[in-house]
Protein backbone atom coordinates (compact mmCIF):
# COMPACT_ATOMS: atom_id res chain seq x y z
CA UNK A 1 0.00 0.00 0.00
CA UNK A 2 3.08 2.30 0.62
CA UNK A 3 4.14 2.26 -3.23
CA UNK A 4 0.47 3.89 -3.84
CA UNK A 5 0.32 7.68 -4.73
CA UNK A 6 -2.73 8.53 -2.90
CA UNK A 7 -1.18 6.71 0.24
CA UNK A 8 2.36 8.03 -0.05
CA UNK A 9 0.97 11.14 -0.49
CA UNK A 10 -1.81 11.47 2.87
CA UNK A 11 1.24 10.25 4.89
CA UNK A 12 3.49 13.03 3.55
CA UNK A 13 0.72 15.43 3.63
CA UNK A 14 0.19 14.46 7.30
CA UNK A 15 3.62 14.84 8.57
CA UNK A 16 5.66 17.04 6.28
CA UNK A 17 3.03 20.29 5.38
CA UNK A 18 4.85 22.66 6.87
CA UNK A 19 7.92 21.19 7.12
CA UNK A 20 11.13 24.03 6.45
CA UNK A 21 12.45 22.59 2.93
CA UNK A 22 10.31 21.61 0.06
CA UNK A 23 8.68 18.45 0.13
CA UNK A 24 8.98 17.39 -3.63
CA UNK A 25 6.50 14.76 -4.62
CA UNK A 26 6.31 13.36 -8.35
CA UNK A 27 4.87 16.49 -10.73
CA UNK A 28 2.02 18.39 -11.36
CA UNK A 29 0.36 20.36 -14.87
CA UNK A 30 -0.12 23.97 -14.92
CA UNK A 31 -1.13 26.00 -18.23
CA UNK A 32 1.35 28.79 -19.01
CA UNK A 33 2.13 30.69 -22.23
CA UNK A 34 2.93 28.94 -25.05
CA UNK A 35 6.87 29.95 -25.27
CA UNK A 36 6.57 30.28 -29.16
CA UNK A 37 3.59 33.34 -28.61
CA UNK A 38 1.05 31.30 -30.58
CA UNK A 39 -2.13 33.28 -30.57
CA UNK A 40 -5.61 32.34 -30.41
CA UNK A 41 -8.66 33.49 -32.57
CA UNK A 42 -8.82 36.34 -29.79
CA UNK A 43 -5.59 37.11 -30.36
CA UNK A 44 -4.75 36.12 -26.70
CA UNK A 45 -1.22 34.22 -25.97
CA UNK A 46 -2.67 30.53 -26.51
CA UNK A 47 -2.27 28.25 -23.38
CA UNK A 48 0.09 24.82 -22.77
CA UNK A 49 0.24 22.03 -19.98
CA UNK A 50 3.57 22.43 -18.56
CA UNK A 51 4.90 19.30 -15.83
CA UNK A 52 6.34 21.02 -12.81
CA UNK A 53 7.51 19.38 -9.79
CA UNK A 54 5.01 18.91 -7.17
CA UNK A 55 5.86 20.70 -3.67
CA UNK A 56 3.27 19.63 -1.14
CA UNK A 57 4.18 21.77 2.23
CA UNK A 58 4.03 25.27 2.99
CA UNK A 59 7.75 25.79 4.37
CA UNK A 60 6.83 29.09 5.65
CA UNK A 61 3.44 28.64 7.89
CA UNK A 62 1.55 31.87 9.81
CA UNK A 63 2.45 30.70 13.33
CA UNK A 64 6.01 31.50 12.19
CA UNK A 65 5.16 35.52 11.08
CA UNK A 66 5.41 38.01 13.20
CA UNK A 67 2.03 38.82 14.45
CA UNK A 68 2.31 42.58 13.33
CA UNK A 69 3.05 41.23 9.37
CA UNK A 70 -0.28 39.41 9.44
CA UNK A 71 -3.66 40.60 8.53
CA UNK A 72 -7.09 38.54 9.98
CA UNK A 73 -7.54 37.52 6.16
CA UNK A 74 -4.07 35.72 6.98
CA UNK A 75 -5.47 33.84 9.72
CA UNK A 76 -8.61 33.07 7.95
CA UNK A 77 -6.86 31.38 5.39
CA UNK A 78 -4.12 29.81 7.56
CA UNK A 79 -7.43 28.07 9.29
CA UNK A 80 -8.63 26.84 5.92
CA UNK A 81 -5.10 25.46 5.21
CA UNK A 82 -5.26 23.24 8.39
CA UNK A 83 -9.19 22.79 7.97
CA UNK A 84 -10.48 22.64 4.48
CA UNK A 85 -13.61 20.78 5.48
CA UNK A 86 -14.88 23.42 8.37
CA UNK A 87 -17.55 24.89 6.75
CA UNK A 88 -17.69 27.63 10.22
CA UNK A 89 -15.27 30.61 10.77
CA UNK A 90 -13.72 30.67 14.20
CA UNK A 91 -14.66 33.44 16.48
CA UNK A 92 -11.20 34.62 16.98
CA UNK A 93 -7.49 33.75 17.49
CA UNK A 94 -4.29 33.88 19.93
CA UNK A 95 -1.36 34.02 18.58
CA UNK A 96 1.35 32.28 20.50
CA UNK A 97 5.02 33.70 20.57
CA UNK A 98 7.59 32.85 23.72
CA UNK A 99 11.41 32.37 23.93
CA UNK A 100 12.23 32.29 27.43
CA UNK A 101 12.28 30.41 29.80
CA UNK A 102 10.63 27.60 26.71
CA UNK A 103 10.54 27.71 22.96
CA UNK A 104 6.96 27.93 21.77
CA UNK A 105 4.92 29.25 18.87
CA UNK A 106 1.67 28.67 17.56
CA UNK A 107 -1.62 29.93 16.68
CA UNK A 108 -5.26 28.71 18.29
CA UNK A 109 -8.42 29.55 17.20
CA UNK A 110 -12.15 29.37 18.77
CA UNK A 111 -14.74 27.71 17.15
CA UNK A 112 -18.22 28.40 18.01
CA UNK A 113 -19.03 25.63 20.71
CA UNK A 114 -22.41 24.36 20.49
CA UNK A 115 -24.73 24.12 24.01
CA UNK A 116 -25.04 20.30 23.44
CA UNK A 117 -21.22 21.04 24.27
CA UNK A 118 -19.93 18.68 21.41
CA UNK A 119 -16.21 18.10 22.51
CA UNK A 120 -14.40 17.83 19.44
CA UNK A 121 -10.55 17.09 20.55
CA UNK A 122 -7.63 15.90 18.60
CA UNK A 123 -7.87 19.14 16.59
CA UNK A 124 -4.96 20.99 17.21
CA UNK A 125 -1.98 19.68 15.74
CA UNK A 126 1.63 19.44 17.42
CA UNK A 127 4.78 20.25 15.46
CA UNK A 128 8.45 20.13 16.61
CA UNK A 129 10.53 22.71 14.28
CA UNK A 130 7.61 22.43 11.95
CA UNK A 131 7.38 18.89 11.58
CA UNK A 132 3.81 17.25 12.72
CA UNK A 133 3.69 15.02 15.93
CA UNK A 134 0.52 14.41 17.16
CA UNK A 135 -3.19 15.84 17.53
CA UNK A 136 -3.44 14.20 21.03
CA UNK A 137 -2.28 17.12 23.11
CA UNK A 138 -4.28 15.97 26.43
CA UNK A 139 -1.60 16.54 29.34
CA UNK A 140 0.08 19.02 27.15
CA UNK A 141 -2.37 21.97 27.35
CA UNK A 142 -5.55 22.15 29.95
CA UNK A 143 -7.90 19.88 28.89
CA UNK A 144 -10.57 22.44 28.29
CA UNK A 145 -8.35 24.00 25.75
CA UNK A 146 -7.97 20.66 23.61
CA UNK A 147 -11.64 22.10 22.64
CA UNK A 148 -9.56 24.71 20.25
CA UNK A 149 -8.83 24.23 16.89
CA UNK A 150 -4.90 25.35 15.65
CA UNK A 151 -1.14 24.76 15.86
CA UNK A 152 1.27 24.23 18.57
CA UNK A 153 5.06 24.31 17.67
CA UNK A 154 7.57 24.03 20.39
CA UNK A 155 10.69 21.92 20.57
CA UNK A 156 10.87 21.91 24.07
CA UNK A 157 7.78 19.48 24.93
CA UNK A 158 9.33 15.42 25.08
CA UNK A 159 8.24 13.35 22.62
CA UNK A 160 9.17 9.91 23.19
CA UNK A 161 8.06 9.52 26.76
CA UNK A 162 4.77 8.49 28.51
CA UNK A 163 1.76 10.71 28.96
CA UNK A 164 2.87 10.29 33.02
CA UNK A 165 5.79 11.58 32.50
CA UNK A 166 4.40 14.24 30.36
CA UNK A 167 2.26 15.75 33.91
CA UNK A 168 5.56 16.15 35.56
CA UNK A 169 7.60 17.39 32.48
CA UNK A 170 8.71 20.85 34.18
CA UNK A 171 8.39 22.59 30.35
CA UNK A 172 5.07 21.12 29.78
CA UNK A 173 3.91 22.10 32.93
CA UNK A 174 5.03 26.26 32.17
CA UNK A 175 3.95 25.85 28.80
CA UNK A 176 0.40 24.28 29.54
CA UNK A 177 0.41 27.71 32.31
CA UNK A 178 1.05 29.84 30.00
CA UNK A 179 -1.30 28.87 27.35
CA UNK A 180 -4.10 29.44 29.54
CA UNK A 181 -2.81 32.54 31.00
CA UNK A 182 -2.93 33.85 27.25
CA UNK A 183 -6.12 32.82 26.43
CA UNK A 184 -7.61 34.01 29.93
CA UNK A 185 -6.13 37.66 28.68
CA UNK A 186 -7.37 37.35 25.38
CA UNK A 187 -10.76 37.41 26.66
CA UNK A 188 -10.40 39.80 29.44
CA UNK A 189 -9.11 42.37 26.25
CA UNK A 190 -11.89 41.73 24.35
CA UNK A 191 -14.34 42.14 27.32
CA UNK A 192 -12.58 45.57 28.40
CA UNK A 193 -11.82 46.55 25.10
CA UNK A 194 -15.15 45.78 22.67
CA UNK A 195 -17.82 44.91 25.02
CA UNK A 196 -20.41 44.79 22.73
CA UNK A 197 -18.51 42.33 20.75
CA UNK A 198 -17.88 39.43 23.31
CA UNK A 199 -21.62 39.76 24.56
CA UNK A 200 -22.24 38.84 20.94
CA UNK A 201 -20.22 35.97 20.68
CA UNK A 202 -20.94 34.92 24.83
CA UNK A 203 -23.20 32.27 23.67
CA UNK A 204 -20.41 30.41 21.54
CA UNK A 205 -18.08 31.65 24.05
CA UNK A 206 -19.72 30.55 27.30
CA UNK A 207 -19.25 26.29 27.75
CA UNK A 208 -15.71 27.16 26.93
CA UNK A 209 -14.99 29.31 29.78
CA UNK A 210 -17.39 27.40 32.63
CA UNK A 211 -15.54 24.07 31.15
CA UNK A 212 -12.68 25.89 31.97
CA UNK A 213 -13.93 27.57 35.46
CA UNK A 214 -14.56 23.87 36.71
CA UNK A 215 -11.23 22.59 35.17
CA UNK A 216 -8.70 25.12 35.96
CA UNK A 217 -7.89 26.89 39.12
CA UNK A 218 -5.85 29.75 37.50
CA UNK A 219 -7.70 29.94 34.58
CA UNK A 220 -11.44 29.99 37.30
CA UNK A 221 -9.75 33.39 39.16
CA UNK A 222 -9.06 35.51 35.81
CA UNK A 223 -12.62 34.51 34.62
CA UNK A 224 -13.73 36.81 37.12
CA UNK A 225 -12.73 39.72 35.15
CA UNK A 226 -15.29 38.61 31.83
CA UNK A 227 -17.58 35.93 33.00
CA UNK A 228 -21.18 36.81 32.51
CA UNK A 229 -24.26 36.27 33.55
CA UNK A 230 -27.50 36.24 31.09
CA UNK A 231 -31.08 36.98 31.97
CA UNK A 232 -33.81 35.63 30.70
CA UNK A 233 -34.05 38.80 29.19
CA UNK A 234 -30.81 38.60 27.43
CA UNK A 235 -29.20 40.93 29.26
CA UNK A 236 -25.65 40.32 30.62
CA UNK A 237 -23.70 41.06 33.58
CA UNK A 238 -20.19 40.14 35.43
CA UNK A 239 -21.03 39.26 39.36
CA UNK A 240 -20.69 42.65 40.87
CA UNK A 241 -23.27 44.02 37.98
CA UNK A 242 -25.62 41.45 39.09
CA UNK A 243 -25.51 42.12 42.69
CA UNK A 244 -25.65 45.24 42.13
CA UNK A 245 -29.06 44.84 39.80
CA UNK A 246 -30.87 42.47 42.39
CA UNK A 247 -29.81 44.70 45.39
CA UNK A 248 -31.57 43.68 48.54
CA UNK A 249 -34.67 42.44 46.89
CA UNK A 250 -33.35 39.12 46.44
CA UNK A 251 -32.06 38.04 49.88
CA UNK A 252 -34.30 35.58 52.08
CA UNK A 253 -35.05 36.26 55.68
CA UNK A 254 -31.64 35.10 56.69
CA UNK A 255 -30.39 37.43 54.51
CA UNK A 256 -28.64 35.15 52.07
CA UNK A 257 -28.84 36.74 48.16
CA UNK A 258 -30.96 33.81 45.99
CA UNK A 259 -30.22 34.25 42.18
CA UNK A 260 -33.23 31.64 40.66
CA UNK A 261 -31.85 30.60 37.41
CA UNK A 262 -33.66 28.51 34.20
CA UNK A 263 -31.80 25.69 32.51
CA UNK A 264 -34.37 25.83 29.44
CA UNK A 265 -36.42 29.00 29.56
CA UNK A 266 -39.17 27.31 27.55
CA UNK A 267 -40.02 23.80 28.83
CA UNK A 268 -39.72 25.95 32.83
CA UNK A 269 -41.68 28.89 31.27
CA UNK A 270 -44.09 29.00 34.32
CA UNK A 271 -41.74 29.07 36.85
CA UNK A 272 -39.59 31.76 35.10
CA UNK A 273 -42.84 33.75 34.82
CA UNK A 274 -44.07 33.45 38.20
CA UNK A 275 -40.60 34.80 39.41
CA UNK A 276 -40.38 37.83 36.87
CA UNK A 277 -43.46 38.75 37.90
CA UNK A 278 -42.50 39.57 41.00
CA UNK A 279 -39.20 41.55 39.72
CA UNK A 280 -37.24 38.57 40.53
CA UNK A 281 -33.68 38.56 37.87
CA UNK A 282 -33.74 34.86 36.46
CA UNK A 283 -30.81 33.65 34.91
CA UNK A 284 -30.77 31.40 32.16
CA UNK A 285 -27.94 28.70 33.16
CA UNK A 286 -28.27 26.15 29.99
CA UNK A 287 -26.36 23.32 28.54
CA UNK A 288 -24.82 20.33 30.47
CA UNK A 289 -22.62 21.70 32.50
CA UNK A 290 -24.95 23.67 34.33
CA UNK A 291 -25.00 22.15 37.66
CA UNK A 292 -21.73 22.02 38.17
CA UNK A 293 -20.83 25.50 37.12
CA UNK A 294 -23.59 26.90 39.86
CA UNK A 295 -22.10 24.39 42.90
CA UNK A 296 -18.62 25.87 41.54
CA UNK A 297 -19.93 29.47 41.57
CA UNK A 298 -21.46 28.96 45.02
CA UNK A 299 -17.76 28.24 46.18
CA UNK A 300 -16.30 30.99 44.65
CA UNK A 301 -19.11 33.10 45.70
CA UNK A 302 -19.80 32.60 49.26
CA UNK A 303 -22.34 35.05 49.20
CA UNK A 304 -25.24 33.80 47.21
CA UNK A 305 -26.97 31.01 46.61
CA UNK A 306 -28.47 29.86 42.96
CA UNK A 307 -31.83 27.86 42.75
CA UNK A 308 -33.60 26.60 39.71
CA UNK A 309 -37.15 28.28 39.24
CA UNK A 310 -38.73 25.39 39.27
CA UNK A 311 -37.35 23.78 42.27
CA UNK A 312 -39.60 25.17 44.99
CA UNK A 313 -43.15 27.06 44.84
CA UNK A 314 -42.79 30.53 44.06
CA UNK A 315 -43.37 31.85 47.65
CA UNK A 316 -40.38 29.48 49.26
CA UNK A 317 -37.99 29.82 45.94
CA UNK A 318 -36.94 33.30 48.33
CA UNK A 319 -38.30 32.48 51.98
CA UNK A 320 -39.40 35.53 53.29
CA UNK A 321 -40.74 36.25 56.88
CA UNK A 322 -44.51 36.71 55.68
CA UNK A 323 -47.05 33.95 55.96
CA UNK A 324 -50.02 33.46 53.73
CA UNK A 325 -52.82 32.75 55.25
CA UNK A 326 -54.23 29.35 54.39
CA UNK A 327 -58.22 28.68 53.75
CA UNK A 328 -58.18 25.28 54.81
CA UNK A 329 -57.59 24.08 58.65
CA UNK A 330 -55.39 20.77 59.57
CA UNK A 331 -58.87 18.53 59.90
CA UNK A 332 -59.73 19.55 56.39
CA UNK A 333 -56.03 18.74 54.92
CA UNK A 334 -55.87 15.74 57.04
CA UNK A 335 -59.25 14.44 54.58
CA UNK A 336 -57.90 15.94 51.18
CA UNK A 337 -54.54 14.59 51.53
CA UNK A 338 -55.55 10.63 51.07
CA UNK A 339 -57.79 11.88 48.32
CA UNK A 340 -54.95 13.86 46.19
CA UNK A 341 -52.45 11.08 46.90
CA UNK A 342 -54.37 8.52 45.35
CA UNK A 343 -54.03 10.05 42.06
CA UNK A 344 -50.70 10.14 42.17
CA UNK A 345 -47.85 7.03 41.46
CA UNK A 346 -47.61 4.97 44.53
CA UNK A 347 -43.75 5.99 44.94
CA UNK A 348 -41.48 8.58 44.04
CA UNK A 349 -44.19 11.87 44.99
CA UNK A 350 -44.11 13.70 48.69
CA UNK A 351 -47.27 15.74 49.35
CA UNK A 352 -47.95 19.16 51.17
CA UNK A 353 -50.73 22.00 51.67
CA UNK A 354 -49.14 25.43 51.21
CA UNK A 355 -51.23 28.73 51.09
CA UNK A 356 -50.61 30.37 47.92
CA UNK A 357 -51.96 32.67 45.52
CA UNK A 358 -55.45 31.66 44.36
CA UNK A 359 -54.74 32.02 41.23
CA UNK A 360 -51.70 29.45 40.93
CA UNK A 361 -52.71 26.45 40.15
CA UNK A 362 -54.26 23.76 42.12
CA UNK A 363 -50.91 21.42 42.04
CA UNK A 364 -47.49 22.15 41.43
CA UNK A 365 -44.56 19.94 40.78
CA UNK A 366 -41.07 20.30 41.79
CA UNK A 367 -37.60 18.43 42.61
CA UNK A 368 -34.89 19.18 45.15
CA UNK A 369 -32.61 21.68 44.16
CA UNK A 370 -29.71 19.62 46.05
CA UNK A 371 -31.07 15.78 44.85
CA UNK A 372 -31.34 17.11 40.93
CA UNK A 373 -27.95 18.44 40.66
CA UNK A 374 -26.47 15.50 42.46
CA UNK A 375 -28.15 13.21 39.57
CA UNK A 376 -27.10 16.03 37.06
CA UNK A 377 -23.39 16.05 37.98
CA UNK A 378 -23.76 12.17 37.84
CA UNK A 379 -24.66 12.12 34.65
CA UNK A 380 -22.22 14.36 32.78
CA UNK A 381 -19.75 12.72 35.26
CA UNK A 382 -17.21 13.82 38.28
CA UNK A 383 -18.67 15.28 41.29
CA UNK A 384 -18.56 12.61 43.19
CA UNK A 385 -21.82 11.45 42.77
CA UNK A 386 -22.33 8.23 41.13
CA UNK A 387 -24.24 6.39 43.88
CA UNK A 388 -27.32 9.31 42.63
CA UNK A 389 -27.44 8.39 39.43
CA UNK A 390 -29.27 4.85 40.13
CA UNK A 391 -31.46 6.49 42.81
CA UNK A 392 -35.06 6.98 41.49
CA UNK A 393 -36.52 10.55 41.09
CA UNK A 394 -38.50 12.09 43.73
CA UNK A 395 -40.84 14.78 43.07
CA UNK A 396 -42.46 17.31 45.92
CA UNK A 397 -46.22 17.77 45.29
CA UNK A 398 -47.76 21.33 46.86
CA UNK A 399 -51.45 21.73 47.05
CA UNK A 400 -52.46 24.80 46.68
CA UNK A 401 -54.79 24.80 49.80
CA UNK A 402 -56.12 28.57 48.67
CA UNK A 403 -57.27 27.50 45.16
CA UNK A 404 -60.94 27.02 44.34
CA UNK A 405 -60.31 23.24 43.73
CA UNK A 406 -59.37 22.36 46.97
CA UNK A 407 -63.12 23.77 48.74
CA UNK A 408 -64.87 22.12 45.71
CA UNK A 409 -63.08 18.62 46.44
CA UNK A 410 -64.04 18.54 49.91
CA UNK A 411 -67.52 19.45 48.81
CA UNK A 412 -68.13 16.65 45.71
CA UNK A 413 -70.28 13.77 47.29
CA UNK A 414 -70.10 12.17 43.87
CA UNK A 415 -66.85 9.93 44.42
CA UNK A 416 -66.26 9.34 40.54
CA UNK A 417 -66.71 13.01 39.64
CA UNK A 418 -64.06 13.63 42.81
CA UNK A 419 -62.02 10.96 41.66
CA UNK A 420 -61.95 11.99 38.14
CA UNK A 421 -61.49 15.68 39.06
CA UNK A 422 -58.27 14.89 40.96
CA UNK A 423 -56.93 12.32 38.76
CA UNK A 424 -57.36 14.87 35.71
CA UNK A 425 -55.36 18.13 37.94
CA UNK A 426 -52.87 15.51 39.09
CA UNK A 427 -52.49 14.53 35.39
CA UNK A 428 -51.43 18.38 34.48
CA UNK A 429 -49.12 19.29 37.04
CA UNK A 430 -47.08 15.98 36.04
CA UNK A 431 -47.44 17.08 32.05
CA UNK A 432 -46.23 20.75 32.72
CA UNK A 433 -43.13 18.80 34.25
CA UNK A 434 -42.82 16.56 31.47
CA UNK A 435 -43.25 13.39 33.51
CA UNK A 436 -46.65 12.29 32.03
CA UNK A 437 -45.84 9.57 30.07
CA UNK A 438 -46.56 6.42 28.00
CA UNK A 439 -49.84 4.48 29.24
CA UNK A 440 -50.80 7.64 31.51
CA UNK A 441 -50.33 9.97 28.75
CA UNK A 442 -52.13 8.26 26.16
CA UNK A 443 -54.94 8.33 28.74
CA UNK A 444 -55.09 11.50 29.56
CA UNK A 445 -54.97 12.48 26.28
CA UNK A 446 -57.80 10.19 25.65
CA UNK A 447 -60.00 11.37 28.27
CA UNK A 448 -59.54 15.63 27.59
CA UNK A 449 -60.83 14.22 24.02
CA UNK A 450 -64.14 12.73 25.76
CA UNK A 451 -64.55 15.85 28.01
CA UNK A 452 -64.43 18.26 25.16
CA UNK A 453 -67.65 16.02 23.69
CA UNK A 454 -69.64 15.75 26.99
Not at 202 to 229: A, Q
Not at 245 to 252: F, I, L, M
Request: aromatic residues 10%.
Amino acid sequence: EFLEDERLGGILNKYCKFMPVDIVFGTRSIQEEDPSGEKDEEGKVKKVSVEVPNILNNTDPAWMKKPADLTEDDYSGFYRELYPMNMEDPLFNIHLNVDFPFNLTGILYFPPLKKTMELQKNKIHLYSNQVFITDNVENIVPDFLTMLHGVIDSPDIPLNVSRSYLQEDANVKKISGYISKKVADRLASMFKNDRESFEKQWDDLRIFVEYGILTDEKFSERSKKFYLYKDTEGKCMTHDELIAAVGESQKDKSGKLILPYTSDPSAQHTFVKEATDRAYKVLVMEGPLAAHVVGKLEQTHSDVQFKRVDSEIIENLIEKDEETTSMLDEKQQEVLKPIIQGAFPESGYDLKFAGMSPTSAPFIITRSEWMRRMKEQQAVGGGGFQMFGDMPEKYDVTINSNHPLATQLLKEKDETVRSTTVRYAADLARLSQGILEGEELAAFIELGFKNLQS
